[in-house]
Nanobody, 118 residues
Framework: QVRLVESGGGLVQPGGSLRLSCVAS????????MSWYRQASGKQRELVAVMTSGGDINVVDSVKGRFTISRDNVKNTVYLQMNGLKPEDTAVYFC????????????WGQGTQVTVSS
């Protein structure tokens, strides 16, 4: 069982920056593919960025060049550095962990609100 706890959300002005953190409890963090998703009010949850256990990274086009995903396997933490924030980035941001070992194991955090507004 893995518990994910996000932090770092808040209110920021357009053009500002935030860094989200997601701390994972449990073992084998380094073997999980870690992702950030977001869900704006009234919209479906969407993938923002993903980082595999091997370090491969994918970021959706809408945030490419502005958002960076990284992980610290010693601290069991994945980060999302968000720069150049726009009002359309306003959403609840969720941390996700996935590992496939015979079965698929998937875990979600509770989410952290990011609001971009002047």
């Amino acid at each position: 069982q893995v518990r994910l706890v996000e932090s770092g959300g808040g209110l920021v002005q357009p053009g500002g920056s935030l860094r989200l953190s997601c701390v994972a409890s449990g073992s084998a963090f380094s073997t999980y593919t870690m992702s950030w998703y977001r869900q704006a009010s009234g919209k479906q949850r969407e993938l923002v960025a993903v980082m595999t256990s091997g370090g491969d990274i994918n970021v959706v086009d809408s945030v490419k060049g502005r958002f960076t995903i990284s992980r610290d396997n010693v601290k069991n933490t994945v980060y999302l550095q968000m720069n150049g924030l726009k009002p359309e980035d306003t959403a609840v941001y969720f941390c996700n962990a996935v590992r496939v070992v015979i079965m698929r194991y998937e875990y979600w955090g509770q989410g952290t609100q990011v609001t971009v507004s002047s």
